[in-house]
């Protein structure tokens, strides 16, 4: 079996267009929450989300390109370009890795509904004929993993996942067994999203989903008592996977180890959780079980955490059940939404990434707006302030609408 190390990271966010930026939001709680600029919120209940910032699609691609993609694939593709300029990894012909073993795991939880709702609109407006050619293509949610691997000649497996907010957290540990198991020996991995557009913010809205608070300093509360919904995020982030032969052969810069995975399905409801807890416990003890590490290690899980009120508490049960009760209350936890929003298929990889990042820094991201802890709510949450604290182990958990659970575990390399 070989060891899977992360190699290269990229990340668009509500907090930043890069991993230093990112690693800058986080460490000093940083909060991407505003009020939607991006479209028309007269007619909406929600007037807030956690939007990406001044972000340039040619920077990473030419004019022409980025029109015939929608936003999910650009930040998709952004992020990916600079995971791969970190790795230095290259499918040229003077490259240092053959085409056929260079995967893309890349994924979207909704995918191009940006360019679905602008083509509806021409449809009502002008008639079928004025719909574009590209329509199709820029909205299908496999696109960003194709248009990624056309971009760096991965001519290896490319397999978009859809498992709702659990997509990044599924592609990134199904690239780990990949490599793991000697089917590749790199991926390209994450997720992607850009799903803020008026039917989006009222499909959530309107099941109940999102805050109604409509203030960026108190409407994303993780673990608080006055949690009452998330707030939408969008982005992207990706994680260059690779062999540790393979890495070590080409002196590669190793930025942290894969070292367990595991994903279930509640089999319950179709967006509550199971209230046994069972299903999210289980994907933990099967990432806890695969990393082998020892019990008295000091974990960092960057929990789910969205500010809900079934998903913080029934979040908890989950961990508790997982580590047992007293290593789950010697863990430290934080939800990293609370400065992001939830970025739904993204949110695995940009968790994953901050995992990447705590356990290089030996720092706890905070839970920000944490100032009222919930009862049922009871494990160390890091509120407001990172914490500078030795990490050996770091899970990160993704747990989606269907049921869908996935943990990924890291750890420093050495």
């Not at 993704?398 to 575990?409: E, K, M, R, S, V």
Request: glycine share 12%; charged share 20%.
């Amino acid at each position: 079996m070989n060891r899977v190390v992360v190699t290269g990271m990229g990340i668009i966010s509500p907090i930043g267009n890069n991993v230093e930026e990112f690693w800058n939001g986080l460490k000093s709680g940083k909060n991407g929450i505003g009020y939607i600029t991006k479209i028309d919120t007269e007619n909406l209940d929600i007037k807030i989300a956690a939007e990406v910032k001044d972000f340039d699609a040619t920077a990473y691609m030419k004019k022409a390109e980025a029109r015939k993609m929608d936003m999910f694939t650009q930040y998709g593709i952004a992020a990916a370009v600079q995971a791969m300029e970190q790795s230095g990894l290259s499918t040229a012909e003077d490259g240092n890795i053959e085409a056929g073993r260079l995967g893309v795991y890349f994924g979207s939880g909704i995918g191009g509904i940006q360019t679905f709702v602008a083509e509806q609109t021409k449809v009502g407006e002008k008639g079928p004929n004025k719909v574009s050619p590209f329509f199709i293509p820029m909205m299908i949610s496999n696109m960003c993993a194709g248009q990624i691997a056309i971009r760096f000649g991965a001519k290896g497996s490319a397999l978009p996942m859809v498992t709702a907010c659990a997509t990044s957290n599924n592609t990134i540990g199904e690239a780990y067994r990949a490599i793991k198991h000697g089917y590749a020996d790199a991926i390209i991995a994450g997720g992607s999203e850009a799903a803020i557009t008026p039917i989006s913010v009222a499909g959530f809205a309107n099941m109940k989903a999102l805050s109604t608070k409509n203030d960026p300093e108190t409407a994303c509360c993780p673990f608080d008592v006055d949690r009452d919904g998330f707030i939408m995020g969008e982005g992207a982030g990706a994680v260059v996977l690779e062999s540790l032969d393979h890495a070590l052969a080409r002196g590669a810069n190793i930025l942290a180890e894969v070292v367990g995975y595991g994903s279930t399905c509640d089999a319950h409801h179709i967006t509550a959780p199971d209230p046994t807890g069972e299903g999210g416990a289980e994907a933990m003890r099967l990432a806890l079980a695969e990393a082998n590490m020892p019990d008295e290690d000091k974990i960092y899980i960057n929990a789910h955490g969205t500010s809900t009120p079934l998903n913080d508490a029934g979040e908890t049960k989950v961990i508790k059940l997982a580590l047992g009760e007293e290593r789950a209350k010697k863990a430290i936890v934080s939800s990293t939404k609370s400065m992001t929003g939830h970025m739904l298929g993204a949110a695995g990889a940009a968790e994953a990434i901050a995992s990447v990042l705590a356990l290089q820094n030996q720092t706890v991201p905070p839970t920000i707006h944490l100032n009222n802890q919930a009862p049922e709510c009871d494990l160390d949450c890091c509120p407001n302030v990172a914490r500078e604290t030795e990490i050996n182990l770091a899970l990160s958990n993704g747990l989606g609408f269907g049921g869908h659970n996935a943990c990924i575990a890291l750890k420093r390399y050495n």
